[in-house]
């Protein structure tokens, strides 16, 4: 399976705090997940290089995208949002994390603002399961804890998910649809909150688990089976007297 992490790589991740925590940045860490797993073959785009290391030949490779941003979502060549916007809606699957939900590839699936409450504020974030039968949940152990000094919560103005998976809860009350799935074209799109360049969240081990599942779930189903005609039916004299006529 070939995956892209797509990460905005803003000058705020490379100083401070989000620096000793992900000393190579955010999409270095993700790019542990499938690091001992040969299926996988790894690309990293960030904002920075030509078209955002999201060439058509990286597109079109690409069976998932992951895409993590939350400053620069405006700065996005609308091109290139238009061409991942397309490639998802061909079967590309896609998860949005933390501030992805304000990019424009997002917000043009959506079909809405997306506009979200954001709040600087050092909190508890967990994340909860309330579909645990779907298998992005699978084999986690909820809650999932961790701490966040910039968190998103409600309201959030996004289409009602066709299947919303998870929720944040913060230690100051706030809440969040923070596991939202979502099916567009022959495409399936995630949207992961997970957390934000300062929060730590991304080098928890069930935490990770969870990404990989959601990853898994949006991947494109390659397997699809042929349409088969029953011979038998193909005798338009057949056809006319129906099924349930007597031989």
């Known amino acids: ?23 190579n940045g955010i999409h270095s860490e993700i790019k542990t997940l499938f690091a001992d797993k040969p299926e996988f073959t790894v690309t990293i785009a960030t904002q920075e ?3 955002h290391g999201l060439t058509d030949s990286i597109l079109n ?3 998932v ?5 939350d400053i620069w979502n405006d700065q996005i060549l609308s091109d290139v949002a238009d061409k991942v916007y397309s ?8 998860v949005f994390l933390y501030g992805g939900c304000n990019s424009k590839p997002f917000k043009k699936l959506m079909g809405s603002s997306c506009n979200i409450t954001k709040v600087s504020a050092s909190v508890t974030s967990k994340i909860y399961s309330i579909l645990p039968g779907n298998p992005i949940c699978n084999n986690i152990k909820f809650p999932i804890s961790f701490s966040d000094d910039k968190i998103m919560c409600e309201p959030f ?26 099916y567009r074209g022959k495409g399936k799109i995630l949207y992961f909150y997970g957390g934000s360049e300062l929060s730590s969240c991304y080098t928890i081990s069930s935490f990770k688990k969870l990404l990989l599942n959601g990853v898994l779930w949006v991947a494109p189903n390659k397997s699809e089976l042929p349409l088969t005609v029953n011979n038998e039916f193909k005798d338009p004299e057949k056809r006319k007297k129906g099924f349930f006529s007597k031989k």
Request: charged letters at 20%.
């Open 157 to 182: 103005d996004i289409p009602t998910p066709d299947s919303l998976i998870l929720i944040n809860g913060y230690s100051n009350s706030d809440i969040l649809r923070s596991g939202c799935a979502y």
């Open 65 to 69: 995208l992951i895409w993590w941003s």
């Open 49 to 51: 290089t030509p078209s």
């Open 87 to 94: 490639r998802i809606l061909e079967g590309m699957g896609a």
């Open 61 to 63: 490779e690409t069976d």
């Open 1 to 23: 399976m070939r995956i892209t992490i797509f990460n905005e790589f803003h000058p705020d991740q490379k100083k401070g705090k989000a620096l000793k925590i992900y000393p």
